[in-house]
């Protein structure tokens, strides 16, 4: 039957910003349905705010809205497009919250526009808790005894049946948000409490303790005929309690019989059929207790999810792309599976390899927060590896973290130190896997660590196996063949075999290779080789048989970002997306090399060939030799995937590897001090006063030279990880006794901080004789906010002609300097009119899609063709770059892009259960951003922050407490914002400078006065209590804590708007006036970008 | 397993038909192997796989890379002893973890003399296979797997072919005997009795029928229809099996008997092939099979898909485009009912003018999902129709 023939439009729903819980997996995802829908020759609509997708590339969809995804600005893009349907599955929580928002306000109806791949019906089953419970009670299954509450009275009640521990859920939100343990009243109060703010529909469940069974997950796929197939099974291997999100896990199943399988299977096709989902995929999570096997149904989604993007890569049957198919009314027989060709959708994979997935954390971002993991996601991104047993995707997935301490090692442990140890893995934290491993390794049982942990005997046996494996590399007389082909079999790396034989790591490769102990490439079929498969997905392991296939061309290989993390993100796969793209259509065979299951680049059609791997020099050499041998390599791009595989551009050159683009030796330059200091000074340019130093009196010797404040950080990092304003010696002694890595290869950074200056971005392409700025971002934050967390604007608002000239110049001069062949991204300042250089990367930035979705232009995909032989001319000619003027000659009526930064404080709790502190500052701790594009600055700043999910407000209250420096700053905009109406509320200083200014400002109690006579609340009752709209509060000099930090924290914890820098304040005023003024209306890139060449006449 | 074996294992070879070898350890018994190599996919239910009599003289590659994570429990077997005659695996659990497990699946092989080879690749195996074909291959470990390969090779070579193959009075009991409705949940008085003929019957068959309220008398393979009408009983079922179904004449033969007394019948899998020739159809031999518990087939009368559980090396050749008319006339109409659709191999028969259907595969479902449950229902709706038409 062919799909249905009366849709010709299609409106899909994205995801918007990345936080936490719902990440690149949905660009993945929503990828793969536009590019379905653009094959059915539908027309296609877009709304999503997040620039650093691919989906928001204008080539995907007919129409591309990069605009909030609020239920009103989707309303307006339904009236003004007028889709027949909405396709609302594959923009996780965001869209279907948005979709049911819009049936219920009657918009769907109004426009006549139907959801497809979902029913309302069928998602409120599928998400309200309570009537799911009677749908698992229907399927003849159980569900955990629980109690719905809608208040504290009714929660403490509940608690009585139930008994502590329980677990607290609110309902409809995403990643488990607001969700925890209560293991007394107090931590319910605390958690129920929160979770009434956070439901949408202030309702929680609480519900009896599964904590410590066995978890598991089966993703489905439905068509409209009732097929129903099972497309993977993954178990946890932390049991229940850890968040899936948060747990180690593992593809397919590893602890059932059949009979265990089968029943989770029948169950679970009941429950979608009574559920209803429409057609497509959906999720459902199981408990099994592991002593008795009493299955227990823990929650379903009706939706493409993180494990269905996780189960794609995992075994190759593309969900995202076939649930599309089947909104469309395709039945899953009717849909060819793309690996095999000849045989159908219709089927459920079967592996022949093990897939392990382990989450990354960015605990180190917030050091304040409690590091136990529970039913609330807290992981920021993910690493997936395949190999044909558990122990080495285990070891595997472990060092595709790149995180030190993620591998496993095997020092002697001290018996005594076991018991430590076991008691320890009680608490889930990001170190359980190791505490437990080195247990094991000091002697401790299995049996005394299931009893711990709850995790299975089997895993536990696993890691004893490695342990074993490793006692053996230790003991091996030398390190010969036998010994290298078992390490190998359970995933060890050369550098750990190293540090078990006292070799160095470059030795133990090179014997290897001596030995010819090299892995073969494997490929993930979807059907465990039953028949033959026409995509090159492969993985390596140490087997027998090599499957890669000759290639007629020679490779160009991209490496990839790996696992996503706060400083490298998705804007990372984006350019890698790009270059792919670019490449092949320019006739060139690519190969992708990345280990992250949430994105594009490791969609197995994205490249002419995917190695799912670990982005190690190893790993990454075998995968170069692999393609050496099958047809040759033309050379590797390095550049494009952010640090990760900048890291590796010169051991890779020094291996022989051709590296395409700029050179290993210049980005060495760029990246060390005194050479580059050399090309400043050639170029006229001036830096911040800086230094270098590798211990304490160097770093003292250096900010005594140059005065502070200054900011310290170390040597090749991203997302400012470690990096601080210091004030005074006793600060920077404390920050070099904390930083562990100094080393004279990594010295520690000291700059002299820049007050008040303005920080200026550029994104720039350069050819060796070329410059081709791709846009500048004004930042509007002042400097000492990190970058990845300042909002930004492009074209800059407030820099005339003659700063820009300069800018380019600069630009130009440091390009040219250091040799860039491609991208570079240059950080400035501009200080008392003084333009200084702050830092340039020769890579592409986090900025690249920011500026080509602003702009229109394609900055990735143009470095790439450069990185290949073009010139910026040619390029210009192609048509791939504008013909005349770039970035820094944007017309005047050009659209105002706002890129804005989504920060994760509410996710983030400290023992005691508040929550952390919001302040900004050098490090970087955004996991996310958005772009808010108008006309003008006001209203593209004003969509911003509601794409950012913190909407400005047009009318109430605003409190406003600010440091003594600021206060003179602010009396302007306070007045604006007295004028348009606004209930001005203060505290001290603040209040008596706005009353001098003729402001009449509330004043309001602060923390420590505490409640006054006549129950009068503090600020921080009055903003618990949602009377508050905008809370702006300033952070005074390095106090960071006091009355500032209850504030924002009672903002961040409710969710009120919290601006926290004068300069943000005044752009936020500028946005409500304008929000006042005028009717918001959309429009979409594509227009934007006609209306852009009619203005520039190109 | 010592630390010492891990380093120093027992070696093993799998040697083929045409030469490959692959070097892997010892695993269960220790000794010599021969049977037709073959590969199941299923990633679940091994315990269930090796006790399938169908598996008889064959050595199973497991493609799923970990073996024996559950270990072996007194519930699961689909018959009195493990079949398999060998066992090709990657990665052998060292200890098995399921609160239902009883023993290692390794002590289980070692006890009941079934040699094995873990650490072998096992995704080349399936590979060479997919291939080449099925074909003859020998496991020989411990000190056999010392004996030069040419002689290895030659012992590969000599063994007889599945072709031509006649294995079910082999696997078959000896005894008739007896599964009670009453035993498996069932309640009321039992509906009606069936007579199935043992080919290689899993013990799941039999259950489920008795979930439905039947009495099931399983009979040998050598069975008369004098037997099965000293029954009574309303319907006959023919099971699974291993060997070549050509070989089968003395169950067609039966099954003409069955079919001209019009007592309900229904076949599953070597049942099927059964059917198909007493229909007069031809059967022959797949290249590589079907064997794992993803298979989609197509239910052509409802265009529903059903993932089945397959395991056969032969297939009925019938005309897709039915319904024709039987080769052997007097049995009237007949169509193909379900398909495969990987491959659009002959999945089931549905007479249309006499209460017989079969189908290549397995809805008793154990190991693999239970999509096709309905069959046994459809079984019992043919005999409650022919008792009431008798009635009339």
Same mark, same amino acid.
């Given at each position: ?20 819980? !719902? ?238 399988? !089968? ?141 030190? /301490? ?15 140890? *076991? ?11 190791? !505490? ?59 550098? %750990? ?12 490769? @090179? ?18 080789? $039953? ?99 099958? /047809? ?72 005594? $030279? ?68 791709? @846009? ?23 820099? /005339? ?56 232009? !394609? ?14 001319? $040619? ?94 700053? *602010? ?94 304040? /005044? ?11 005028? $009717? ?5 890139? %594509? ?12 | ?65 970990? =073996? ?13 002893? =493990? ?55 020998? =496991? ?87 037997? =099965? ?164």
């Amino acid at each position: 039957m062919p799909r249905r023939t009366d849709l010709k439009s299609v409106l899909v729903i994205g995801s918007g910003p990345i936080v936490i819980g !719902q990440a690149a997996e949905f660009d993945y995802s929503g990828t793969q349905a536009l590019r379905v829908l653009k094959e059915e020759g539908l027309r296609v609509i877009l709304v999503n705010s997040n620039p650093a997708t691919i989906m928001t590339d204008p080539e995907f969809a007919d129409a591309t809205y990069v605009e909030p995804i609020t239920p009103e600005v989707v309303e307006k893009i339904i009236a003004k497009e007028r889709p027949d349907a909405i396709l609302p599955t594959l923009g996780g929580q965001t869209a279907l919250n948005t979709a049911i928002a819009l049936d219920k306000s009657g918009a769907l109806e109004k426009y006549n526009v139907e959801l497809i791949g979902a029913n309302i019906a069928a998602i409120e089953l599928g998400e309200d808790r309570e009537k799911f419970k009677g749908v698992v009670e229907r399927c003849g299954a159980e569900s955990a005894k629980s109690i719905i509450v809608h208040s504290m009275d009714e929660a403490f009640a509940a608690a009585e049946e139930l008994g502590y521990p329980m677990v607290v859920r609110p309902s409809f939100t995403m990643g488990g948000l607001g969700s925890g343990l209560a293991y007394n009243a107090e931590d319910l109060r605390r958690i129920a409490g929160a979770g009434i703010q956070y439901s949408p529909t202030s309702e929680v469940l609480l519900e009896e303790s599964i904590l410590g069974w066995k978890e598991y997950e089966l993703e489905m796929m439905r068509d409209k005929n009732d097929n129903v197939v099972v497309v993977c099974s993954i178990e946890n291997f932390d049991p229940v309690g850890v968040h899936t999100g948060d747990s180690i896990t593992v593809a397919p199943a590893m602890t059932l019989t059949d009979r265990e399988y !089968q029943k989770l299977r029948n169950i679970a096709i009941a429950v979608i059929r009574e559920v209803g989902v429409d057609t497509g995929g959906c999720n459902i999570q199981f408990a099994i207790e592991p002593d008795t096997g009493r299955v227990v149904v823990i929650e379903m989604n009706p939706r493409v999810s993180r494990s269905s993007a996780l189960a794609s890569k995992a075994t190759g049957f593309a969900i995202a792309k076939i649930a599309t198919k089947l909104s469309l009314g395709y039945t899953l027989d009717e849909i060819p599976n793309d690996i095999t060709k000849k045989t159908p959708a219709s089927f459920e994979p079967t592996l022949d390899y093990v897939v392990v997935k382990v989450p990354r954390f960015a605990f180190e971002k917030f050091p304040a927060a409690d590091p136990t993991l529970t039913t609330t996601m807290k992981s920021v991104g993910e690493a997936m590896a395949i190999g044909r047993n558990f122990t080495e995707a285990l070891q595997k997935a472990l060092r595709s973290l790149e995180q030190r /301490g993620a591998t496993l090692s095997f020092d002697p442990v001290d018996a005594a130190d076991v018991p430590g140890l *076991i008691e320890a893995s009680r608490r889930p934290t990001t170190a359980r896997l190791q !505490q437990v491993q080195q247990a094991l390794l000091g002697g401790a049982s299995i049996e005394e660590l299931f009893e711990a942990t709850g995790i299975d005997p089997w895993y536990l046996d696993q890691l004893v196996l490695i342990n074993e494996t490793a006692e053996q590399i230790r003991r091996a007389p030398s390190v010969n063949e036998d010994i290298l082909r078992l390490a190998k079999r359970h995933g060890f790396s050369d550098e %750990q075999i190293g540090a078990l034989t006292n070799t160095p790591e470059a030795v133990v490769r @090179g014997v290897r290779h001596a030995l010819n102990v090299r892995p073969v490439f494997k490929t993930v079929d979807t059907c465990a080789a $039953e028949f033959a498969a026409y995509t090159p997905y492969h993985y390596s392991s140490y087997d027998e048989e090599d499957e890669v296939a000759e290639h007629a061309k020679p490779s160009i290989i991209i490496l990839g970002s790996g696992p996503n993390r706060i400083g490298q993100g998705i804007e990372f796969d984006y350019s890698c997306v790009h270059a792919t793209m670019a490449l092949r259509e320019a006739g060139h065979e690519t190969v992708m090399i990345n280990c992250n299951p949430e994105t594009v680049s490791t969609d197995y059609d994205i490249s002419d060939r995917l190695y799912f791997e670990p982005l190690t020099l190893e790993d990454v050499l075998e995968v170069i030799a692999a393609e050496q041998r099958t /047809g040759g390599v033309l050379g590797v791009f390095v550049q494009l995937g952010g640090q990760t595989p900048l890291k590796l551009a010169q051991a890779l050159a020094d291996a022989g590897v051709p590296i395409l683009g700029t050179s290993p030796a210049a980005i060495d330059l760029a990246e060390h001090r005194g050479a580059f200091q050399q090309v400043l000074d050639e170029g006229g340019l001036t830096a911040p006063k800086n230094g270098t130093a590798v211990s304490f009196e160097d770093a003292k010797r250096v900010a005594d $030279e140059i005065g502070y404040p200054v900011l310290v950080r170390p040597s090749y990092v991203l997302g400012g990880r470690g990096m601080e304003i210091v004030y005074d010696e006793a600060n920077l002694s404390r920050y070099i006794t904390n930083a562990t890595e100094i080393t004279p290869d990594h010295p520690v950074l000291v700059d002299r901080f820049l007050e008040d200056a303005i920080e200026i971005d550029v994104d720039a392409l350069f050819d060796g004789t070329d410059l081709y700025v791709g @846009g500048i971002m004004e930042h509007i934050e002042e400097a000492g906010i990190h970058s990845g967390d300042s909002a930004c604007v492009l074209p800059p608002i407030t820099f /005339g002609t003659d700063v820009i000239d300069r800018v380019r110049e600069a630009t130009r001069v440091i390009a040219a300097g250091v040799g860039v062949r491609g991208l570079i991204n240059i950080q400035f300042a501009l200080a008392s009119d003084i333009l200084y250089v702050i830092e340039a990367n020769p890579r592409a930035s986090r900025t690249v899609p920011f500026v080509s979705k602003a702009t229109g232009v !394609q900055l990735a995909k143009a470095a790439a063709l450069i990185g290949t032989g073009s010139s910026i001319a $040619e390029l210009r000619a192609a048509g791939k770059l504008t013909a005349v003027g770039d970035g820094s000659t944007l017309p005047l009526d050009a659209p105002v892009a706002v890129k804005e930064a989504v920060l994760p404080f509410s996710r983030f709790r400290t023992p005691e259960g508040t929550v952390v502190d919001s302040l900004l500052g050098p490090e970087m701790r955004s996991t996310g951003e958005v772009m808010g594009i108008d006309k003008y600055f006001d209203t593209a700043f004003a969509k911003s922050q509601a794409a950012a999910n913190s909407a400005l407000p047009t009318a109430g209250k605003v409190f406003v407490s600010v440091a003594n420096r600021d206060k003179r700053s *602010i009396i302007m905009p306070v007045k604006r914002m007295s004028d348009l109406g606004f209930e001005i509320l203060s505290t001290g200083g603040t209040a008596e400078v706005l009353r001098r200014n003729g402001i009449a400002a509330t004043v309001v109690r602060k923390v420590g006065e505490g409640a006054g006579p006549n129950g009068e609340g503090t600020v921080v009752d009055l903003i618990t209590a949602g009377e508050i709209n905008l809370v702006v509060n300033t952070p005074s000099g390095g106090q960071a804590r006091g009355d500032g930090y209850e504030i924002r924290a009672a903002a961040t914890s409710i969710g009120c708007p919290v601006v926290t820098t004068v300069s943000e304040f /005044g752009a936020a005023v500028q946005a409500i006036d304008a929000m006042r003024s005028y $009717e918001w209306d959309v429009t979409s890139l %594509q227009e934007h970008a006609s209306r852009l060449k009619a203005a520039t006449g190109a | 397993m010592t630390v010492h074996e891990i380093i120093n294992p027992t070696p093993a070879v799998l040697m083929l038909e045409d030469g490959r070898t692959f070097r892997g350890r010892a695993y269960g018994a220790q000794g010599t192997a021969l049977g037709e190599a073959v590969f199941a996919t299923g990633m679940t239910g091994y315990q269930e796989t090796i006790t399938d009599p169908s598996y008889a003289r064959q050595l199973v590659v497991q493609t799923a890379p970990h =073996i024996g994570n559950t270990g072996v429990n007194g519930d699961d077997a689909e018959s009195r002893r =493990i079949w398999v005659a060998g066992y090709i695996v990657r990665d052998a659990a060292r200890r098995p973890s399921s609160w239902r497990s009883e023993r290692t699946l390794e002590e289980q092989l070692a006890e009941q003399g079934v040699v094995g080879i873990s650490g072998v690749d096992t995704r080349a195996v399936t590979r060479h296979l997919r291939e080449r074909g099925a074909m003859k291959a020998g =496991i020989f470990s411990g000190s056999d797997a010392e004996r030069p390969d040419s002689e290895l090779l030659a012992e590969v070579r000599a063994q007889q072919g599945m072709e031509g193959s006649r294995l079910a009075e082999e696997v078959s009991v000896d005894e008739a005997y007896l599964i009670d409705p009453a035993d498996h949940g069932w309640a009321g008085e039992p509906l009606f009795t069936v007579a199935a003929i043992d080919l290689g019957i899993k013990s799941m068959t039999p259950v489920r029928l008795a979930e439905r309220g039947i009495r099931t008398y399983v009979l040998p393979a050598a069975s008369t229809f004098e037997d =099965i009408k000293a029954l009574n009983a309303d319907g006959v079922f023919m099971s699974n099996g291993p060997g070549d179904p050509a070989t089968a004449d003395v169950q067609v033969d039966l099954l003409r008997e069955v079919l001209d007394a019009r007592i309900p019948f229904f076949g599953i899998c070597f049942g099927n092939q059964i059917l198909g020739r007493a229909l007069g159809f031809g059967t022959y031999k797949l290249r590589y099979g079907h064997r794992g518990i993803n298979q989609p087939v197509m239910d052509r009368r409802t265009g529903k898909v059903e993932i089945t559980s397959q395991n056969h090396g032969f297939a009925v050749d019938a005309p897709l485009d039915g319904p024709v008319t039987a080769p052997e006339a007097r049995f009237g109409r007949v169509e193909v009912s379900h398909v495969s659709l990987n491959d659009d191999v002959v999945e089931g028969l549905a007479c249309l003018d006499i209460p017989a259907f079969s189908v290549q595969y397995h809805p008793e479902a154990a190991a693999g999902p239970h999509d096709s449950a309905y069959l046994f229902d459809r079984f019992v709706d043919l005999m409650a129709a022919s008792k009431s038409k008798e009635s009339i």
